[in-house]
């Protein structure tokens, strides 16, 4: 006993962080009850536009699960809302889940958060109408997302994209009203907030932009929202996003001092003694936080003064912001307008779309804005929180990449040096320095990946991994191997990477994946799904002419030469050079879709006809039917070669797009490379193939062919770059198989071009296509991997035992 | 499972052990039962019901690594000998007694 009683209300990422360093420094000294008006453990709030975007599961944000709570000896009662405090009895009185109750406190803890403010308009309760805030909203979001069309999204600001992004995701129309003229104009100056806008336009959010809301429409539910200029637009779901107020309630009808949050001074100590506030609840100097990084450093101030260890005041917080969607990289950080004292540093490269612009004041950095690009946001953040002088610095390197040397006192070693034990390097995750120090040390780290494992910093977005290396560069000193930690090994299975396994592979003459596992070490002697299919492609890599597929450690589609849907049926998608047909051929299909009962017929993304929901003990009998080849539609292989009409029939078109098309297609079928490769051919400059988001797009141009490398349009969007532009047929043919060579020779299994061009860079590519001797001996290597693919489908006919061991169903009477 | 000879009611002939392929899973059909039956690379057979817990995807068509399997659909990893799904996700497939006579594989369906 005598152990003080610790309450904590709020079950948020502020006040559970707060007490999560408390345990560290003072793990026995409190008896600690956390209540939550929300029924989960606590989870990361600026995750939520990742669930409604559904990359991620809930559970997936959770930042402690309930037996952290238990293993910690906390008290949680989770939907249990705290109706009053009094803080001359000390106690507070709660209801919900666990039912009415009063539990008195030595040392109090508010950490309500805030709340979403929803615009007092008529019509703003009626059903329909939500705000963006909580697990429950995202739930309430992803519901409505299923039944109804539109949504029209009240507030530009950050909150305000993420959530229109996430409902574009769930298939909705989408229209952010704005009453500025601007975007998220509390981050972003006038250019950067332009180009976001053009940029999100592109991926179909619609704008009303200077539309000031006046009521919303509808009876029994939401139908419109009415602006104040009279017009008005439809509506089956409106999402409020418009800020946030600090959650006070509580603390004003306790008779503490609350101005727009809970007034606190430099310990976080409100107006009642033992009573302390900490996050967005609170006010700390005039300003109420609403952003994550303030939170941590509040919170480890807070701990420090519970636990009564020494530690620095808090005295305010310097905000950054990052925008999470797709496609669109936006960082903000300290001050972004220019006033009178300040000069600018700017980039703006048109061509690129990419916008950065840093803000000097005499001789520091006050803030910067990046678009397009912003993996110096961590770099440039550190350099405005250590207020760096840059009159040390080269400029021009001021803006490049943080692993590059930052300039003389610039650099990211000399800047994680600088920071205090306190400092927080991992927003998202709120990890400090100390703590991914302490790791180093105690649990004998070297790579990125093991402080990620350890401490979770890095897990999320991933933005201070290179202030992470350059924590263990620093702690570790000489031990430190820059390549064991740059490195990441191929999966848990084994420490190797890529580069080691392909080079174990090659030295020791290596032929078959058990072997390699056996060889080289492997943890598990079997592998498991991940290692085995990238060892299996890069024996075959290595050796195309002689290497043997090793069919058990392929994927289901691969293995099937099908793909398999989730109710256990397949899709089999025919090989359509080109996605030109005859009507013979399209005859043959139909007859065989109708003889095998094919539930759905439906046309691919590339042009090809899909049979959907075909028995697995059908597939062979139909690819029997069909005699055509096998269309790779399942496997990381050339998928299809896109194709407009060209210049047959289309009055614009400068070259045969369709003859390119297949000529390609005829050549690279069957070629296995790291991950699927699609490819388009458009016969002019319009671009109706889509050629700049393909993995190799081809453009004729007049008296000529430009190459786009390295596009995609899947989940992350990246438009192709132009590799090369060639004269003549022959070259094209060269120059795609020596770029496709080349991304199978140094692509690490699973990734696609748009991924392996950005780390292996363009200029580096298009230095070996253009070399004239590299090419060659690339166009050699190629065709020898071409020479040994054989028919899949064919092969499965013609064979036998693939037929039964593969295809064939035992059925038995019970 | 193992080779300790069982009698009972409820067992069912289902193939020669050297007509599974090694390495990968087979669907078998008993009736409304679907099971996927593995031939590990120990020659030893395994044999659990032919949905994952998770999303009820096919098993016979999932990676077999030593006595594991992994779900084809969302890459569950699934211990054969016991049917547990391995952390961090939870579950549990149903298994069902095998053993190898005179070269003919057994199941045991009670």
């Not at chain 1, 950490?111 to 109408?129: H, K, Y």
């Not at chain 1, 610095?393 to 590059?404: V, W, Y």
């Amino acid at each position: 006993m005598g152990k003080e009683k610790l309450l904590l209300i709020g079950n948020g990422m502020a006040g559970v962080n707060a007490i999560e360093h408390l345990k560290k420094l003072a793990p026995d000294k409190y008896d600690i009850t956390i209540f939550g008006a929300e029924p989960y453990p606590n989870y990361n709030r600026i995750m939520l536009s990742y669930v409604l975007a559904g990359d991620t599961k809930q559970e997936e944000i959770y930042i402690n699960d309930y037996d952290w709570y238990e293993k910690n000896g906390i008290r949680l009662y989770t939907g249990q809302r705290v109706s009053s405090i009094d803080p001359a009895a000390k106690t507070v009185t709660s209801d919900g889940a666990a039912g009415p109750m009063t539990t008195s406190y030595d040392k109090l803890v508010i950490a309500t958060g805030s709340n979403a403010f929803v615009i007092p308009i008529p019509g703003s309760q009626l059903p329909g109408v939500i705000a963006y805030r909580t697990i429950r909203d995202t739930e309430l979001m992803r519901e409505a997302a299923k039944k109804y069309k539109k949504a029209v999204v009240i507030g530009g600001g950050l909150l305000g994209l993420e959530a229109a992004r996430g409902l574009l995701n769930l298939g909705m129309q989408v229209e952010v009203v704005h009453i500025g003229d601007c975007l998220m104009e509390r981050q972003l100056d006038k250019t950067a907030s332009k180009l976001l806008q053009t940029s999100l336009e592109q991926q179909g959010m619609k704008f009303l932009m200077e539309k000031s809301s006046a009521e919303i429409l509808g009876k029994e539910r939401a139908t419109g929202l009415k602006f104040a200029d009279g017009t008005w637009t439809e509506a089956d779901l409106i999402v409020m996003a418009v800020g946030i107020r600090p959650n006070v309630s509580l603390a004003k009808e306790a008779g503490l001092d609350v101005v727009q949050g809970i007034t606190v001074n430099d310990w976080l100590e409100t107006s009642a003694p033992d009573v302390y506030a900490v996050g967005e609840c609170a006010q700390h100097r005039g300003v109420a936080y609403g952003l994550v990084a303030p939170l941590y450093e509040q919170g480890a101030v807070l701990a420090k003064r519970l636990a009564g260890v020494d530690g620095a005041p808090y005295e305010g917080s310097v905000v950054y912001t990052k925008l999470k969607v797709s496609g669109v990289d936006v960082f903000s950080g300290g001050q972004f307008i220019e006033d009178a004292e300040t000069k600018a540093i700017r980039v703006h490269d048109d061509w690129s779309g990419i916008y950065k612009k840093v803000l000097v004041k005499g001789s520091k950095i006050v803030g910067a804005v990046l678009f397009g690009d912003t993996s110096e946001s961590t770099r440039l953040m550190q350099l405005i929180k250590s207020q760096a002088d840059i009159t040390k610095m080269e400029i021009t390197k001021l803006l490049q990449e943080s692993g590059a040397e930052g300039g003389g006192g610039g650099g990211t070693e000399g800047m994680v040096a600088a920071m205090a034990d306190d400092a927080v390097v991992c927003g998202c995750n709120g990890v400090s320095k100390g703590t991914i120090c302490s790791a180093i040390r105690e649990c004998g780290l070297t790579t990125v990946e093991g402080v990620k494992d350890a401490t979770t910093a890095s897990r999320s977005c991933g933005g201070c991994k290179p202030l992470v290396a350059a924590l263990l560069k620093t702690t570790l000193g000489d031990e430190f191997d820059a390549a064991a930690s740059a490195k990441a090994s191929i999966c848990g299975c084994t420490t190797l990477s890529r580069e080691e396994v392909v080079a174990g592979i090659k030295e020791k003459g290596l032929t078959h994946v058990r072997e390699v596992m056996h060889v080289l070490g492997w943890k598990e002697p079997e592998g498991c799904s991940k290692c085995r299919p990238a060892v299996n492609y890069y024996l075959s890599m290595i050796n195309p002419s002689t290497y043997k597929d090793d069919r058990t450690s392929r994927f289901v589609n691969e293995r099937m030469h099908a793909n398999i849907q989730k109710d256990g049926t397949y899709s089999v998608v025919p090989r359509m050079y080109g996605g030109v047909t005859t009507p013979s051929e399209l005859k043959k299909i139909a007859e065989v879709a109708e003889k095998y009962n094919v539930p759905t017929v439906k046309l691919t993304g590339g042009q090809r006809i899909d049979l959907l929901g075909v028995k697995k003990e059908d597939l062979v009998p139909m690819w029997t039917d069909l005699d055509m080849p096998s269309g790779y539609a399942y496997g990381k292989a050339l998928r299809t070669v896109k194709t407009c009409v060209g210049a047959d029939f289309c009055r614009f078109g400068t070259a045969d797009s369709m003859g390119m098309g297949i000529a390609l297609e005829k050549k690279f079928e069957r070629l296995n490379t790291p991950a699927k490769v699609k490819m388009a051919v458009s016969g002019c400059p319009r671009n109706c193939a889509e050629s700049g988001i393909k993995d190799m797009g081809i453009v004729a141009i007049d008296g000529g062919w430009e190459l786009y490398a390295g596009g995609n349009g899947g989940v992350k969007v990246r438009a192709g770059d132009l590799l090369a532009t060639v004269k003549t047929e022959q070259d094209v043919m060269e120059y795609i198989a020596a770029y496709l060579q080349y991304y199978r020779e140094t692509g690490n299994y699973g990734e696609r071009t748009s991924e392996w061009i950005v780390r292996v860079g363009l200029d580096h590519v298009r230095g070996v296509v253009e070399d004239a001797d590299r090419r060659r001996e690339l166009c050699e290597r190629m065709d020898e991997a071409l020479a040994a693919t054989k028919d899949p489908w064919k092969e499965a006919v013609e064979t036998a035992a693939i037929r039964k061991d593969l295809y064939e169903v035992i059925e038995t009477a019970k | 499972m193992g080779s300790v000879k069982q009698v009972a009611a409820s067992r069912v002939k289902l193939a020669r052990l050297d007509e599974l392929p090694l390495g990968t899973g087979k669907t078998v059909r008993l009736g409304a039962l679907e099971l996927a039956v593995f031939r590990l690379g120990d020659d030893t057979v395994r044999a659990v019901e032919n949905r994952c817990p998770h999303k009820n995807g096919v098993l016979a068509e999932g990676m077999v690594s030593g006595h594991y399997v992994f779900c084809p659909m969302h890459d569950r990893k699934i211990d054969l000998n016991d049917g547990l799904v391995q952390k961090p996700d939870d579950g549990c497939v149903k298994t069902f007694g095998t053993w190898v006579e005179d070269g003919v594989v057994w199941v045991d369906v009670g």
